[in-house]
Every structure is written in C-alpha cells, then in structure tokens.
C-alpha cells in the first residue's frame, strides 16, 4: 500500500518561511511525478506545484519566486519551500503523486492528508 504522509506545516508570521515534507511510503519502485496542491476553508483545491522525476518543475504563477519545490527521488520525498509567507497563503497544503509504480502495480494517483499551515501575525 503507497501511503503520502506531508509534515512541516505550522503556525508562522508574515514574511516568514516553512519548508513541507512529503514522504511516499510502500514498495515504490517509481512515481512520475508529485505535485502540491493547497485548499483554504470555503475555496476549492488549488494546484500549487509540480515536480517530474525528470526534474521539470512548474508553478502556479501567482506563487512563482516565492514557493520552490524540490525532491528526492531516492527517497521519494517531495519538498515545498515557502517563503515570504502571506495570510492568504493560509490553507491545508496536500501532497498529491501520479502514476506510481509499485512492484506489484500501477496507481494513477495517491493523496496525503494534508498539513495546516497558518500564517498570521
């Protein structure tokens, strides 16, 4: 079973930073790639960014320069670096990963449960 499990969110202050974790567990022999989408109370889930197991990376241009997402491909951990927060930046953030391989099968598609980040002075 491919579980996502993200960590690193919390409460911080404007213009502050946070880094989130995502770690997919299981007999994973590949992920093609892993996004973070993030969905503040009463708004829909948003796409935030995408990384490829190739490297590729794309963002939502509203967070462009100021959001970077990295992993570790051997590890099979996302990261999303956050900087100069906003309280609009208020929201739960999901870790979401497509096509993943395991050695028994193929999954379209697996979610974490989310991690809460606040940002408020």
């Known amino acids: 079973q491919v579980q996502l499990v993200e960590s690193g969110g919390g409460l911080v202050q404007p213009g502050e930073s946070l880094r989130l974790s995502c770690a997919a567990s299981?007999?994973?022999?590949?992920?093609?790639?892993m996004d973070w989408y993030r969905q503040a109370p009463g708004q829909e889930r948003e796409w935030v960014a995408t990384?490829?197991?190739?490297?590729?990376?794309i963002y939502a241009d509203s967070l462009k320069g100021r959001f970077t997402i990295s992993r570790d491909g051997a590890k099979n951990t996302v990261f999303l670096q956050m900087n100069s927060l906003k309280a609009e930046d208020t929201a739960v953030y999901y870790c979401?990963?497509?096509?993943?391989?395991?050695?028994?099968?193929?999954?379209?598609?697996?979610w974490g449960q989310g991690t809460q980040v606040t940002v408020s002075s």
């Open positions: 990384i490829t197991s190739g490297g590729i990376t």
């Open positions: 979401h990963a497509r096509s993943v391989r395991t050695y028994d099968t193929i999954l379209a598609e697996r």
């Open positions: 299981g007999r994973i022999f590949s992920i093609y790639a």
